[in-house]
């Protein structure tokens, strides 16, 4: 049996501590799974058979960019060709990622910068909540407004293109190292988040980049492993995903980020039905240049270029970050040139590189900088971030880079406000036994756990650190905080204004170590009215999680608080997916999900503890009983030797998370959609229309011409679903209407039961009622179909449901769409 233990790891960390890392042995986890693939197993992709599809569509003349596009090709017309392979070659420099300025044509060059959560590298920059927390808002408006506020962070420090949002991994398995940088295993809302967070980033002139596309949904094995000496032993891991998973799955989110008119792509390390992600033309010309009709450029992901022609023909446009440094100091040492560069020109002068490509590559990358009026005069790139970018430090440029404007730019301005805002509501309120929440001034108040208090070690960004608050993941997606507001200072400044009592025991293993039933018989200090259990769950890149228990004997700490503690209420910070095993302790009064909240967490937590704030979170994802009864397993290990065989099979389908317990009638704890409220909510009323009365609607959409997100037709609204919503309760408080589509029995074999294709969020007073207006698109009511390659509206009844949950679903309608 082969694992990763021994090998090295061959993927970019990023810490400036980082070294080569050895994978940690899966055996250690309570769950881990260990998969390899049965033999009758039918190959979905046809490993080794990535479709070709050549040549490599260009940008096109016209649309939103014309005269993006116009510029773009002028400025191409002036290079040399030198010039021109540095334009689709990073190089070592200040920023993560760099493109070297062209003085005589008065361009000051790009830089790129991570990512998802924050400005990573750099200073007085704010932390905001993770991708995974603002999902679990259900707030199209703040899913905006956090990347508005982001994109102009990253604009005043002078980083032009935002290597964010991240939507790969999508969740496809509750392990994944990464899903809490991106948004939701269900393609919808990780759509819609997607499309809000580009408008938002680019509504403030930066680039965002859609990223990893696509199928990146392991990290274990997302490079290829080498021998000492350099040769490849293992190439990195496949995904083997057939036509329809593509499109109605993984392709779907990336497709709102495309009719967002986002930048650029990030292709992904691994393979894809056996060709690297960023050499994949069925991908790249494919599904997103000529299906998707994508117009900006796409990246590789920093070392995942694998080939020179065969990437650029594939459709590649940048080659990140394009130099060894990096390479050298965190990967396995060995030497990397880039297969662009030098080579570039080679290419071109030996008649192996198409000219026309080339330009075309260097129109793709410029439109989006003309289009976003980045050339009309941008914030210099702050100086400070220089020694924080470790990927490539002063001393190993090539080139000076002239920095000027102000060091230490404050870029933070009031978004620790709308931080504060978002996190409290996004926060998930699993359970509230007769109504422990909200807190009633308590006057004692007992905290426990190593998540509750001050981060211990060292600058606030985070690690892997026993004591502290978790409020954000590890490795590119990171953030580096200038403050960091702990529950336990936020609850003691709280518990202040009512003169309360708060004692604090913050070492998990001393609270474990205690003999059970003395901790019972020896009474608290001062018999608490509430314990607050705070535990965390850690996740990070370059390694998938472990487990789906929260860390530090987390589960332990509940059950041993809440054996004598009868109103124990459980906080947890952590990256997504945790079984909640305690959860129907009797003395668990209450339970809620913060997730990664950023910088303002304890202040977010205590406006929702103390009622400031009416939770209104929602899972965007489904809580299981168990961590096996999640399907779709990573693979941890593989049984044979041979270079090419770590092979991930998505043979689940379109059977993740809620669609796939769903399917089968699986109990689950707590599903996907739910999460509660200080008041009740009811629904009624639900009605159907037809947008346009009189059109007949076909099963295919009209053929238009191609506009980035594909085919309009497919955007357009074909019907609309309204409801009436009530608040019932006695406090104000956000409803989250949620509209799931049942396809007809005529839809192919495997389609899911239900499937979300609508929210909203509707603040509302005691009493108050209000309306709640669905749009249904014609994407929304169709299924890929792999024969004719089109979207087909099915004929038959569909059944819409509209609830507070995926299984809370009291409204239906049923209508038909197409006729026989
Ligand atoms: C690798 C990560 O996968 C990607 O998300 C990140 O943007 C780059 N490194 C640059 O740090």
């Known amino acids: 049996m082969i694992t990763p233990k021994t090998l090295l790891l061959s993927a970019v960390a990023l810490t400036s501590t980082t070294t080569a890392q050895v994978y940690q042995t899966p055996g250690r986890s309570k769950d881990a799974y260990s998969y390899t693939q049965p033999e009758d197993t039918v190959i979905l992709g046809q490993y080794g058979h990535s479709e070709p599809v050549y040549p490599s569509p260009p940008a096109r003349d016209g649309g939103a960019w014309e005269q993006a596009v116009k510029k773009a090709k002028a400025f191409v017309s002036e290079l040399t060709l030198e010039e021109k392979a540095l334009m689709v070659t990073g190089q070592a420099g200040p920023c993560v990622g760099n493109i070297y300025p062209i003085e005589r044509l008065n361009f000051t060059g790009l830089c790129f910068q991570d990512g998802p959560a924050s400005l990573r590298t750099a200073d007085f920059v704010s932390v905001f909540e993770a991708g995974v927390t603002i999902a679990s808002s259900w707030d199209k408006t703040m899913m905006y407004n956090r990347a508005l506020a982001m994109g102009r962070e990253f604009r005043a420090k002078g980083a032009h293109i935002a290597l964010a949002p991240a939507v790969g991994p999508m969740g496809r398995s509750a392990y994944s190292g990464r899903n809490w940088e991106g948004f939701s295993p269900d393609p919808y809302l990780s759509g819609v988040a997607m499309e809000e967070s580009v408008l938002g980033f680019q509504d403030a002139g930066v680039q965002a980049t859609a990223k990893h596309y696509i199928f990146n949904e392991q990290e274990i094995l997302r490079n290829p492993v080498r021998y000492e000496n350099g040769t490849v032993q293992y190439e990195a891991i496949s995904s083997n995903v057939d036509d329809r998973t593509a499109h109605e799955l993984y392709l779907w989110p990336f497709a709102n980020a495309a009719r967002a008119h986002v930048a650029a792509f990030m292709c992904s390390y691994q393979r894809i039905n056996g060709s690297y992600g960023c050499q994949n ?37 940048l ?32 008649g192996t590189i198409d000219t026309d490509r080339l330009d075309d590559m260097i129109t793709r990358v410029l439109t989006p900088y003309y289009a976003l009026h980045q050339d009309e005069g941008y914030p210099s790139v702050d100086p400070s971030i220089v020694p924080l970018n470790t990927f490539s430090l002063p001393n190993t440029w090539l080139r000076e880079w002239n920095l000027t404007g102000p060091s230490r730019r404050d870029v933070r301005d009031n978004h620790g406000d709308l931080i504060r805002k978002h996190a409290a509501a996004s926060t998930i309120l699993l359970k509230n036994k007769d109504k422990a929440l909200p807190l009633k001034a308590p006057k004692s108040i007992a905290v426990f756990g190593n998540d509750a208090g001050e981060v211990t ?151 929702v503890l103390y009622g400031d704030v009416n939770p209104s ?83 295919q959409p009209e053929e238009r011409s191609v506009e980035p997100g594909g085919n309009p037709a497919l955007w ?48 509302l007073g005691p009493g108050e009622r209000g309306t709640v207006t669905f749009n249904l698109m014609r994407r929304d009511l169709s299924y890929w179909d792999v024969n004719t390659q089109k979207w087909l509206i099915p004929t038959g009844e569909f059944t819409i449901h509209v609830g507070f949950s995926s299984r809370d679903l009291p409204e239906q309608k049923t209508f038909t769409v197409v006729k026989e």
Not at 281 to 305: A, C, I, P, R
Not at 320 to 347: C, E, K, W
Not at 541 to 558: C, N, P, Q, Y
Not at 655 to 683: K, N, Q
């Open 319 to 350: 080659d990140m970050p394009g130099h060894i440094i990096g390479r050298a100091l965190i990967d396995d040492g060995q030497a990397y040139s880039s297969y662009f560069g030098g080579n570039i020109t080679v290419g071109v002068n030996n």
């Open 617 to 699: 979170g929602h899972l965007p994802y489904t809580i299981a009983y168990n961590a096996t009864d999640y399907n779709a397993p990573l693979v941890t290990a593989i049984n044979t030797t041979g270079k090419d065989d770590w092979q991930s099979y998505f043979n689940e389908k379109l059977e993740t998370d809620y669609r796939y317990f769903d399917a089968h009638d699986i109990d689950v704890r707590y599903e996907f959609g739910f999460g509660l409220s200080y008041t009740t909510f009811a629904l009624s009323d639900l009605s159907v229309a037809k947008l346009d009365e009189k059109a007949d609607i076909n099963s």
């Open 281 to 317: 033309s069925k991908t790249l010309n494919g599904y997103l240049k000529t299906e998707l009709g994508f117009q900006g450029y796409v990246m590789s992901d920093w070392y995942g270029t694998h080939s020179g022609v065969a990437s650029i023909e594939a459709g590649l446009d």
């Open 716 to 763: 357009e609204v074909l019907y609309t679903a309204k409801v009436a919503v009530h608040n019932s309760g006695d406090v104000r408080g956000s409803a989250v209407p949620q509209l799931y589509v049942s396809f007809p029995a005529s839809t192919p074999s495997g389609t899911p039961p239900r499937q979300l294709r609508g929210f909203d969020k509707k603040e």
């Open 457 to 607: 070690e060292g600058p606030l960004n985070q690690a892997q650190f026993e004591f502290g608050t978790q409020a954000i993941g590890g490795g590119s997606g990171a953030g580096l905080f200038t403050y960091l507001v702990s529950p336990l200072e936020a609850i003691k400044a709280r518990g202040r204004q009512d003169g309360a009592l708060v004692e604090f025991w913050l070492n998990n293993t001393l609270v474990l170590n205690r003999d059970a039933s003395a901790w019972a018989q020896t009474p608290l200090p001062n018999k608490p009215d509430v314990c607050l259990v705070f535990l965390k769950g850690w996740a990070a890149e370059a390694a998938d999680r472990e487990s789906l228990h929260l860390d530090w004997s987390g589960d332990e700490l509940v059950e041993s608080v809440a054996s004598t503690c009868n109103n124990t209420v459980v906080v947890t910070h952590s990256s997504g997916i945790n079984v909640l095993p305690w959860a129907e302790h009797p003395n668990v009064t209450a339970i809620l999900l913060a997730h990664y909240p950023g910088q303002e967490s304890g202040n977010s937590l205590v406006d």
